[in-house]
């Protein structure tokens, strides 16, 4: 499964592990590579396109660790990317409040429906359940009979009637289930070679009928970008919950999988790999990402870095705080990171105590641009000492920032203020402090 995107993938991060450090040449030449990698893996264009400005744009901003190599740091960075298109956590199926739960199996013909069914009938019975299998596809004379062997296999019981009656089949089989305590329900249903107006019908019919609590669209994942095609067209009629992908244990080259989350904004809940009604597994986007990569030891090496790189970073910070050498342009690095994290009265709202201070007060993120414009018009040596900064300079940063001598002034002023406040405030936290001296600065 992927392997041939799997190897592209591995190519790319060797060329880059024998450069010294990341610049924004080797950048683009990886993201390059990967793009089309991804392309000949037949992922969605627009995906493959988003996929790589994201990568691209992650790299750029990331810190260099130097206890790690570049292309190690990098394939930590494709890695979570790749989990984030794939859905980043694994999702469940929504049980009932009220057994039974009512599980609708829908797709196109020879998608993997009925062997999904009996497999997500052993799983379920794994987990204690007990399930019911309908037979709802009543137009094939063999389709009752595949899935009623099948289900011999795993000895769940399977309802069917005499009656070519999809919608009847299906409601009698709740009732069936109701009566005989069965706290699942699972439907197999009739799939056509195209997407047809019949078959949607006859699903919406179903769906009505017996108001699932979970609808999931199986479809082959060898199918590549048709697959992700079919899953619009049947979402915009049926919206289901979620997706089964089949056939992965194939030779498929993995676009489907890794656009169709992207498309369709639903997740993947299942992967299907093998025709036998055991080989059913819940799928975990960042396990998937893993094996695509093949590389799942230098992702836990890059994440362990970088925490204890940012625990280094934490400590230095307050080491600087405590010995009155935070500098402009310390403070410059924390609003890069405070930025990333999302908008200031969001962060301050997740700051215990000063949440409460800062709970009335209008936060605009607006005001760091000028703060960030004046710093950034700085040399290296004048943030590090403001002191530096006589008439002469401060207007050449004023017309560098586009502001005015006196704002760089005030931020000057602001920012001594700040750094006194900081001092007295060790015992909160990193960002509590800089959310309070962010308050002072921005003047509200
Ligand atoms: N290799 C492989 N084969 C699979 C998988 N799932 C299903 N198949 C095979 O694909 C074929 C079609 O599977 P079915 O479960 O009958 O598909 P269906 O969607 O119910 O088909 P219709 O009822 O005709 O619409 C069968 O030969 C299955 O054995 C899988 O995960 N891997
Ligand atoms: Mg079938």
Known sequence: MFDDLSSKLQSTFKSLSGQSKITELNIAEAVREIRR?????????????????????????????????????????????????????????????????????CGLQGSGKTTFAGKLGKFLKSKGRNPLLAAADVYRPAAVEQLKTLAGQIEVPVYSIEEKDAVRTAKEA?????????????????????????????????????????????????????AV???????????????????????????AALSIRNVVDKPIKFISMGEKVDSLTPFFPDRMAQRILGMGDVVSLVEKAQQEFDEDEAQKLQKKIKSDKFDLEDFYSQIQQIKKMGSLQDLAGMIPGVSQKLKDTEIDDNALVPIEAIISSMTPDERRDPNLLNAGRKRRIANGSGTSVRAVNDLLKQFSQMKKMMKTMTKMGKMGRAMQGLKNLTGK
């Open 174 to 226: 709740l009732q069936h289930a109701k009566q005989n305590a069965h706290d699942v329900l699972i439907i197999d249903t009739a799939g056509r070679l195209h997407v047809d107006e019949k078959m949607m019908k006859e699903v919406a019919e179903i769906k009505a009928a017996v108001q699932p609590n979970e609808i999931l669209f199986v479809v082959d994942s060898m199918t590549g970008q048709d």
């Open 229 to 255: 095609n079919t899953a619009k067209e049947f979402d915009a009629t049926i919206d289901f919950d979620g997706v089964v992908l089949t056939k992965l244990d194939g030779d498929t080259r993995g676009g």
């Open 37 to 105: 990698a991804l392309l000949d893996a037949d992922v969605n264009y627009e995906v493959a396109r988003e996929f790589t400005k994201k990568v691209k744009d992650e790299a750029l901003e990331a810190n260099v660790i130097t206890s790690v190599s570049p292309g190690q740091q990098f394939t930590k960075i494709v890695y979570d990317e790749l989990t984030s298109i794939l859905g980043q956590t694994q999702e469940d199926i929504r049980f009932a409040a009220t057994p039974p739960t009512v599980i609708l199996i």
